[in-house]
């Protein structure tokens, strides 16, 4: 199966440059989470992947080969920004764009009739753009990038302005369309719902990736916390070698073992723990997405804004 490749990609929009060595790919099947905030370059790079914008440098890559006009035609891809036509009604305009990537009529129309089905449009076929609200016109939009049966989805905050039973739609579609091989991009601030969906992530800041991997792998870290819902640390930790606390509060303790620590480190604490009392909870903490994003896009660094 394909691989989409995205190798040194550069940009520069007078003296500020937007993407410095941009370099990630998403395999076949795989949801690929793309994360960063405002003007980090994620919109740069998959204008750029769609030919929209051209590089200074780098390539990208489908199987190997550098991705060419007939290759775009078999990308399905969703704007930030609304690409719609407002005043087209909505079953007219997403056969016209089927058309337009090679489908014939009569399988044009029933791929728009399948994919206003599944996001529950169904209703507002007739209706023009404009007349709908913003989560319907979101739906439009991705079913505008599903509609030609894509080969590869680069989804630029697709989420955004869903309620939350269509974020749970929208969901269901990027794994549908993953689980048949398709390598699948998106990005989006709502960092618990990349978390959620995504195979692996990328953290971009200031035009490069910083992090990148499965989330399991992005979450580990050379030290172990474990919170304990029962006595207080104070009370029982102390002993064990490697081990501090963290936090001890109202029932709750966050304890922490250093890459020093026995293997066998866990065992102890709950035997410490359970030989003063009670213990109602105790399970391994790691951080979230959300606290590995805020690490690794606050970290210092002298990089100047650059533009989305």
């Known amino acids: 199966m394909a691989t989409l490749e995205i190798d040194a990609l550069n940009k520069s929009y007078g003296s500020l440059q937007a993407l410095r060595d941009m370099s990630f790919a998403v395999r076949a099947g795989e949801i690929f989470g793309f994360v960063g905030s405002n003007g980090a370059g994620k919109s740069t790079t998959m204008r750029i992947t769609l030919g929209v914008l051209a590089a200074d440098s780098g390539q990208v890559r489908w199987d190997g080969a550098p991705i060419d006009h007939e290759t775009r035609r078999r990308i399905g891809y969703m704007p930030e920004e609304r690409g719609l036509y407002p005043r087209m009604k909505v079953a007219d305009q997403l056969v016209y764009l089927a058309r337009l990537h090679g489908m014939d009529a009569a399988r044009a129309r029933e791929s728009m009739e399948h994919w206003t089905q599944v996001l529950g449009i169904e209703e507002r076929r007739g209706d023009e753009v404009l007349k709908l609200s913003?989560?319907?016109?979101?739906?439009?939009?991705?079913?505008?990038?599903?509609v030609h049966e894509p080969d590869i989805l680069v989804l630029d905050e697709p989420f955004s302005g869903l309620d939350p039973v269509a974020v749970d739609v929208m969901s269901g579609v990027l794994r549908e369309q993953a689980d048949r091989g398709v390598p699948v991009v998106f990005s989006s601030h709502q960092l618990e719902l990349v978390e959620r969906i995504s195979d692996r992530v990328g953290i971009?800041?200031?035009?490069?990736?910083?992090?990148?991997?499965?989330?399991?792998?992005?979450?580990?870290?050379?030290?172990?916390?474990?919170?304990?819902?029962?006595?207080?640390?104070?009370?029982?930790?102390?002993?064990?070698?490697?081990?501090?606390?963290?936090?001890?509060?109202?029932?709750?303790?966050?304890?922490?073992?250093?890459?020093?620590?026995a293997a066998d480190t866990d065992q102890a604490l709950l035997a410490a723990a359970l030989a003063v009392g009670p213990v109602r909870e105790f399970a391994v903490v790691?951080?979230?997405?959300?606290?590995?994003?805020?690490?690794?896009?606050?970290?210092?660094?002298?990089?100047?804004?650059?533009?989305?």
């Open 204 to 261: 971009v800041r200031a035009g490069s990736i910083v992090a990148t991997g499965a989330i399991d792998e992005l979450r580990r870290t050379e030290e172990t916390r474990w919170r304990v819902v029962g006595p207080p640390a104070s009370r029982w930790a102390g002993g064990i070698p490697g081990v501090r606390v963290v936090a001890d509060d109202d029932g709750t303790s966050l304890v922490e073992a250093g890459p020093g620590a």
């Open 286 to 308: 790691r951080p979230t997405l959300t606290e590995l994003y805020r690490d690794v896009v606050t970290a210092d660094t002298q990089t100047e804004a650059v533009p989305a």
């Open 134 to 146: 913003l989560g319907n016109q979101q739906r439009v939009q991705l079913a505008a990038a599903l």
